[in-house]
């Protein structure tokens, strides 16, 4: 018997919001596997290409392993020093730049913000606030950023989660796929393969666009000689997974320093938006089309949302899966919405009961019928006969056991 959608549909959400739950209350607990899952997601790619040049699957896991923790340990030792050091020179600096901000307004534009005004109180209330507690805020921000970096949890549970789900991932998606259930199994694997279709070609072509952009932005603000320009690069280049968010505050950030720091040679306070300028034309009319592509279908604003939400309900590992979530809740809501424009509440027009099942009537030769009924009724006969001499003989054998 058939179960209903509507229960199928009310147990499987019960299961979500089970799952949902968990996550919850595990909170942080959960992060290092999540965080491992996602980086055997990423790879397996490339464990598949090498597969098909050659290797085995666990020589391709090893190489894999060997390039990624050796590109970890440059970054850690090369780039996360600098980037440190400074966003805190950086953060120490921003009171002095608030109130050269303050003084050339002031001096330039005295009639702009009016002595006395509550604008400009703000301005003085918030330098003040900056200069006391950017040391305060610098340490804490990067003494937690540096303690889950160097966590044990970060450097030991996530390498070897990652190893072990990279080593069996196919296994996994076919034990997966002999699991789901068999009325849905086909639209299932057809949602997860656009699932898999937007978050990948989210993921990996976003990750490239990064690494892209922050080259050059890195390198282009060190080469003109801005002040803080290599983290100021990263910070944009990071940023840019959400359209214009990224060029907006880097930008911003970037020619805020210049103005501070090169005053009076506009030269290079040019360079500095140019390099901005070029990054954003080079960004929206190649790298995001030719890399990224149709792959995605994440609107900048269902990211935000995405962001917003999931980081306030599961903290930072609601951060983390914010982005496949958001991957996932949009081709669900695509589905829904293409099945709801084939409903009768968008058409307004009944949809017709599916037709009874034919009736199936077998077509055999004249007296077969007959045939198979007298050769019934001769096969019970004997199973009679058969029970009857049975029953004389054990008849027989107690008289003689008695006697």
Same mark, same amino acid.
């Given at each position: ?66 390039? @990624? ?71 804490? @921000? ?130 500095? @938006? ?130």
């Amino acid at each position: 018997m058939r179960i209903p959608v509507r229960k199928q549909v009310m147990w499987w959400g019960i299961a979500a919001f089970t799952l949902a739950l968990t996550l919850w209350l595990l909170g942080q607990a959960v992060l290092p596997f999540i965080l491992g899952a996602g980086i055997a997601y990423l790879l397996d790619p490339v464990a598949d290409r090498l597969e098909r040049a050659g290797l085995s699957r666990t020589l391709s896991v090893v190489v894999i392993t060997f390039a @990624v923790v050796l590109a970890f340990v440059a970054v850690m030792l090369l780039v996360v020093p600098i980037l440190l050091r400074q966003a805190t020179a950086l953060v120490e600096t921003a009171p002095q730049m608030l109130e050269q901000g303050r003084l050339f307004f002031d001096t330039r534009f005295p009639d702009l913000i009016p002595q006395g005004a509550g604008l400009q109180q703000t301005l003085v209330d918030l330098q003040a606030a900056v200069g006391e507690q950017a040391g305060r805020l610098a340490s804490t @921000v990067l003494g937690s950023v540096t303690g889950v970096l160097g966590g044990i949890a970060l450097l030991v549970i996530v390498p070897v989660v990652a190893f072990y789900l990279l080593l069996d991932w196919d296994n996994m998606v076919e034990a997966v796929d002999r699991y789901l259930p068999r009325e849905h199994a086909g639209t299932i694997r057809q949602l997860a393969s656009e699932i898999d279709d937007a978050l990948s070609g989210f993921l990996r072509g976003q990750a490239v666009v990064i690494a892209i952009l922050g080259t050059w932005y890195a390198l282009g603000l060190m080469f003109v000689g801005l002040p803080f320009g290599f983290f100021i690069g990263i910070m944009a280049a990071v940023l840019s997974f959400i359209p214009y968010v990224g060029v907006l505050i880097g930008g911003a950030t970037a020619i805020g320093v210049a103005l501070f720091s090169f005053w009076g040679d506009p030269l290079w306070i040019g360079a500095v @938006v140019a390099i901005f300028a070029i990054g954003q034309i080079v960004e929206g009319n190649y790298l995001q089309p030719k890399i990224v592509g149709g792959h995605v279908g994440l609107h900048p604003v269902w990211l935000l949302l995405a962001l917003s939400v999931f980081g306030t309900l599961f903290g930072f590992v609601g951060l983390v899966m914010a982005v496949p979530m958001a991957a996932a809740l949009g081709v669900l809501a695509r589905f829904l919405i293409a099945r709801y424009r084939d409903s009768s509440l968008f058409t307004g027009q009944a949809v017709p009961d599916e037709p009874a099942q034919p009736l199936l009537v077998e077509m055999v030769p004249t007296g077969t019928v007959a045939d198979r009924l007298r050769a019934a009724r001769m096969a019970s006969d004997r199973v009679r006969s058969q029970q009857q001499i049975d029953a004389m003989q054990e008849d027989l054998t107690r008289r003689d056991a008695e006697g």
